[in-house]
C-alpha cells in the first residue's frame, strides 16, 4: 500500500471571511479520500494564533477557531519538508507531523490575497491554489481591473477611491462619484470576498453611507456602475498550463443583489446550471473565464464571474475568486459536478496540480 500524502488543512484566518472558511474546510475535509490522504487541520485564529486540532473534523463544527480550546502549533519551514510543531507548554517542540502538501482553505485578507502564498513560496513546499502573484491580483479588485482591461476584458464604468482622500474631504468625493456614474452604484472594498462590505447605492444619503461601511473593511474601495439588464454568471477553472472550463451557471439572488447573508445563510438565492443562455454566448463566457485566469497567471482554481446582458448579450467580467467557497452550496464544485468532475475528484485534482506546480518549480536553478 501506498504511502498516504500528509494534507495540511489550513481555515480560519484573520479575515472577516473567518466563518466562511470554517464551512468550506468542513465540506473539504468530508470529501478527501481517508485512504489516499492523512489530514491535520490548522486553525487560524481571528487574532493570528495558529492551532492544531489533528484531524479531529469536531474542529469544523465550530462557527470560529477562536472559541475551541486547542494546542498552540507553527510550522518549521527549516527542513526538506515543511514540520508541523506542537507549541503546548506540555508539548513544545515535538513533532505532529510532516507536511507533503498544504491545502489552505482561507479566503480574504491573509489568506487569499499572496500573503501566506507567499510563506508557502519561501519554504518550498506544494500548496493548493494561484500563485503569490495571482493572489495578490485578484484579490485587489483595482489591480485585478487593471489585468482585465490589457486582456481586453469589457467590464463596467468604475472608478477607484482611497481612504485618505475621503477622509480629508468626503464632500468632493461624493461630487466626483455623482459626476462620473449615475445612480444605482455599487461600493465595494478593493480587498474583500463573499460580498461583505459590498452595498448598492440609489442615492446620496446610500452613498455616504456605503463609502463608510466599504472603508471598514479597506483603505481602498471600487465604485461601479450597476449591470442592469444582466444575468450574473459565474465559470469556474481548473489547471495549470492548459486551464479548463466548466459550464457556465447563473446565480438568481434572493435579494436586490447577492450580498453575504444570501450566499450563505438564508437560503433564498438560487443557481441555475447551465445557465438560462445560448449555448454560443455560454461559449464565449467560457472563452473570457480562461482569458481572465491567465491575465493574472492563475494556476490551480479559480471561479470568474461575470455580468451578461440579456437583450445584447454583452460580456462584462466582474472579478477573479482564487479559493471561492468550497460550501455545500458552493458554486464552484457544483459547476464541476455539472460538467462530470464529482467533488472527490476535485479535491484530488486540486492536489494533484499543487503536486505538479512544485515539481515545476523545483526544476528552476537558485544559482546563477
Not at 63 to 77: G, H, M, R, Y
Not at 164 to 169: D, I, K, P, R
Not at 275 to 284: D, F, G, N, Q
Request: include cysteine.
Amino acid at each position: 500500500m501506498s504511502k498516504k500524502i500528509n494534507i495540511g488543512v489550513i481555515f480560519g484566518g484573520r479575515s472577516a471571511e473567518h466563518e466562511v472558511s470554517l464551512m468550506s474546510a468542513k465540506s473539504v475535509v468530508a470529501a478527501m479520500n481517508s485512504d489516499k490522504y492523512q489530514v491535520h487541520l490548522i486553525g487560524i485564529t481571528q487574532q493570528g494564533k495558529w492551532l492544531y486540532a489533528d484531524d479531529s473534523k469536531q474542529a469544523l463544527e465550530y462557527k470560529t477557531v477562536d472559541e475551541q480550546t486547542l494546542p498552540a502549533a507553527s510550522i518549521d519551514f527549516s527542513n526538506a519538508l515543511p514540520t508541523l510543531i506542537d507549541n503546548s507548554p506540555e508539548n513544545k517542540g515535538s513533532v505532529l507531523a510532516q507536511l507533503d502538501v498544504i491545502f489552505p482553505v482561507l479566503h480574504g485578507p491573509y489568506g487569499e490575497d499572496g500573503t501566506i502564498q507567499g510563506l508557502f513560496e519561501m519554504c518550498n513546499v506544494a500548496y493548493v491554489g494561484c500563485s503569490v502573484a495571482a493572489s495578490a491580483v485578484a484579490m485587489d479588485k483595482a489591480l485585478a481591473k487593471n489585468a482585465f482591461k490589457a486582456a481586453g476584458l469589457q467590464q463596467m464604468d468604475y472608478s477607484v477611491y482611497k481612504y485618505a482622500n475621503y477622509l480629508a474631504n468626503p464632500n468632493a468625493v461624493h461630487q466626483q462619484i455623482t459626476d462620473a456614474l449615475d445612480f444605482p452604484v455599487f461600493i465595494k472594498p478593493a480587498n474583500m470576498g463573499s460580498s461583505i462590505g459590498i452595498s448598492k447605492a440609489h442615492d446620496l444619503s446610500e452613498l455616504e453611507k456605503g463609502l463608510k461601511e466599504a472603508f471598514k473593511f479597506d483603505n481602498k474601495i471600487i465604485i461601479e456602475a450597476s449591470a442592469d439588464n444582466c444575468a450574473e454568471v459565474e465559470c469556474a477553472i481548473l489547471g495549470l498550463d492548459s486551464p479548463k472550463a466548466s459550464t457556465v451557471g447563473e446565480i438568481l439572488a434572493g435579494k436586490e443583489f447577492y450580498d453575504y447573508e444570501t450566499k450563505y445563510f438564508d437560503g433564498k438565492s438560487k443557481t441555475i446550471i447551465p445557465a438560462a443562455l445560448p449555448e454560443s454566448v455560454m461559449e464565449k463566457v467560457k472563452l473570457e473565464a480562461i482569458k481572465a485566469f491567465e491575465a493574472i497567471d492563475g494556476s490551480g482554481l479559480s471561479r470568474v464571474d461575470f455580468f451578461v446582458n440579456r437583450d445584447s448579450h454583452e460580456i462584462f467580467i466582474n472579478e477573479v475568486n482564487t479559493m471561492p467557497g468550497f460550501t455545500p452550496i458552493s458554486m464552484y464544485s457544483k459547476l464541476w459536478q455539472a460538467s462530470g468532475i464529482e467533488y472527490a475528484q476535485l479535491i484530488d485534482e486540486l492536489i494533484s496540480l499543487a503536486i505538479d506546480k512544485q515539481v515545476q518549480k523545483e526544476r528552476l536553478s537558485t544559482s546563477a
